[in-house]
């Protein structure tokens, strides 16, 4: 199996910052592309920022300026600097990750974080 631990949210003022971070861990041959996801109550889970396994980020058009996406390779590490942060980036924040767990298998699977909650409040 392949687990994700998430850690680095919490409460802050708008206009401050947070960083996320997300370490799988487990079987893992390789993993592709990582990302992150939030959700607001009544919305559906929307896309944030992936970045391929390459390092080419892709930001929602909400973010873009603001927030950064990076990983670390290495440690199979996935991170979200939110800077400028608004009430309305307040969500529960998902980490996500394509990967494939087993150097025979041709497929990618997703595997998803169990959540951590930022919230943006004065």
């Known amino acids: 199996q392949v687990q994700l631990v998430e850690s680095g949210g919490g409460l802050v003022q708008p206009g401050g910052s947070l960083r996320l971070s997300c370490a799988a861990s487990g079987t893992i041959f390789s993993i592709n592309a990582m990302g992150w996801y939030r959700r607001t109550p009544g919305k559906e889970r929307e896309l944030v920022a992936d970045v391929t396994s390459g390092g080419t980020p892709n930001y929602a058009d909400s973010v873009k300026g603001r927030f950064t996406i990076s990983r670390d390779n290495a440690k199979n590490t996935v991170y979200l600097q939110m800077n400028s942060l608004k009430p309305e980036d307040t969500a529960v924040y998902y980490c996500?990750?394509?990967?494939?767990?087993?150097?025979?298998?041709?497929?990618?699977?997703?595997?998803w974080g169990q959540g951590t909650q930022v919230t943006v409040s004065s």
């Open positions: 996500n990750l394509w990967a494939r767990r087993r150097a025979w298998e041709t497929y990618e699977l997703p595997y």
